[in-house]
């Protein structure tokens, strides 16, 4: 554990709650692309399958069961309980063309050809392109809210944190895991275009949106 760990584990943490936040207060759920938290959902379903028969410690134990929590709570709360509110005309990423490749490159690349293995390494990788339904709704739509905005910055946030982690751990440990550090550089890439217009001064939100739909068409 290092600094940029916990900071980039508290960053992912902040942002699923403002997304939950932003849904439960406003009892609406446009804008936010359903396929995605699916998605995420899978990601830590099968990431943490082994919840019960690997302790690491209380901290990783409790981390691991608030982000499925939350990870299934906000399904819940689009697909469920404002399920009227959700813009499935605008939420239409083909979800077989991430997930076919990386079920196909979590049997070729993996560390371990047993079933706990490959369901991890799935996870890294499709962590790296859950985002992808969410920003290809905005390109779509041309449209985002402020808490969305917010909700991928911090999301993109935790993965340069990750970055850092992992530089450190090299750094101290000499520790190199080559399939999540790729994976995460892939996903951090996802989020550059994203990261510039979020921060760049003098523009609205409104025309930074514009501009992540010029460059995603």
Request: charge should be positive.
């Amino acid at each position: 554990m290092n600094v940029f760990r916990i900071l980039g584990d508290l960053s992912h943490l902040l942002a699923m709650i403002l997304l939950l936040g932003k849904i439960w207060r406003s009892k609406c759920c446009t804008g936010i692309s359903g396929k995605s938290q699916i998605l995420f959902a899978l990601v830590f379903t099968t990431r943490y399958l082994d919840l019960f028969t690997n302790f690491i410690s209380i901290y990783n134990t409790v981390m691991k069961v608030v982000f499925l929590l939350c990870a299934y709570v906000t399904v819940y709360m689009i697909y469920g309980k404002f399920r009227k509110t959700f813009d499935s005309e605008n939420d239409t990423f083909r979800l077989e063309f991430l997930l076919v490749p990386v079920i196909g490159l979590s049997f070729l690349e993996n560390y371990s050809f047993t079933p706990l293995e490959i369901l991890w390494t799935f996870s890294i990788y499709l962590e790296s392109v859950a985002i992808l339904p969410q920003l290809f709704m905005i390109s779509k739509t041309g449209e985002a809210e402020t808490i969305t905005t917010h909700y991928l910055f911090f999301l993109g946030l935790y993965r340069a944190l990750y970055l850092a982690n992992w530089i450190r751990r090299y750094q101290t440990e000499n520790f190199y895991d080559q399939i999540a550090v790729v994976s995460g550089v892939v996903q951090t890439i996802f989020y550059c275009d994203f990261f510039y217009l979020y921060v760049t001064k003098g523009r609205s939100w409104e025309n930074r949106v514009m501009l992540l739909r010029s460059h995603s068409s």
